[in-house]
């Protein structure tokens, strides 16, 4: 067990809709990475959140936004949904700086379909 | 092209066996280079961590760096059915493009006992 939980496990919707995922970093750590994996893209890096700011953005869509939370948890969310969102979206949390050299932790991944 | 080449597999050896994974980059900036294990339905956990060039050995793992030519290598001694996973490479550097840490697309390995 990593310390990174995630929910939902599982998230089953229709196209155009609008979901939120949601992600708790390791006790302590300040910084949240979002990632999307999917069979024919593999590990994506969508965007980075540290200490509530957004630090680096990779390949996120504009339908895409996320926001991390004076709490620490962040959340990802998803709008006017596609068949091709349809993925493992998984949270990741360092204790280091906020650089991406840092040890990642995953959490266990939400899996979205998009029906 | 993609930043970061890995064979897909996938790779089935007996139990036992010496297990050679690889991926090329193209991006000379990488500094820090990673393998990561993702079992079944799991989030992928790091496995070996290196920094430039050279090895480093954990147990029956060890992870080579050739930066000259742009190649890392990830090798399993004594190969157990528990070892069944993907195996992901990533890496990073601390300039430009090479800050964001950039997966390989993974190899599946699965080890018969």
């Known amino acids: 067990d990593s310390g990174v939980t995630q929910t939902p496990k599982h998230l089953i919707t229709a196209t155009g809709q609008r979901v939120t995922l949601r992600c708790s970093p390791r006790?302590?750590?300040?910084?949240v990475y979002w990632y999307q994996q999917s069979l024919d893209q593999g590990l994506q890096f969508l965007i980075q959140y540290y200490n509530g700011e957004e630090r680096a953005k990779g390949n996120i869509l504009e339908r895409f936004s996320a926001q991390q939370f004076p709490d620490l948890h962040s959340e990802l969310n998803l709008s006017s949904l596609e068949l091709g969102d349809s993925a493992l979206y998984f949270c990741?949390?360092?204790?280091?700086?906020?650089?991406?050299?840092?040890?990642?932790?995953f959490g266990p991944g939400t899996r979205l379909t998009v029906l | 092209q993609k930043e970061v080449e890995q064979d897909p597999g996938p790779l089935s050896v007996p139990e036992g066996a010496i297990v050679s994974l690889n991926c090329t980059y193209s991006?000379?900036?990488?500094?820090?280079f990673m393998w990561y294990r993702q079992y079944s339905r799991k989030g992928p956990e790091l496995l070996m961590y290196?920094?430039?060039?050279g090895n480093k050995e954990d147990g029956r793992f060890t992870a080579q760096v050739d930066k000259s030519s742009k190649y890392i290598s990830l090798f399993i001694r004594d190969s157990q059915p528990s070892d069944s996973a993907t195996y992901l490479c990533a890496m990073t550097g601390s300039s430009g493009s090479a800050r964001q840490l950039t997966f390989g697309s993974g190899t599946q390995l699965t080890v018969l006992p």
């Open positions: 990741a949390s360092t204790s280091g700086g906020g650089s991406q050299a840092d040890t990642q932790y």
């Open positions: 006790s302590g750590d300040l910084s």
């Open positions: 290196t920094y430039s060039s």
């Open positions: 991006n000379s900036a990488f500094q820090y």
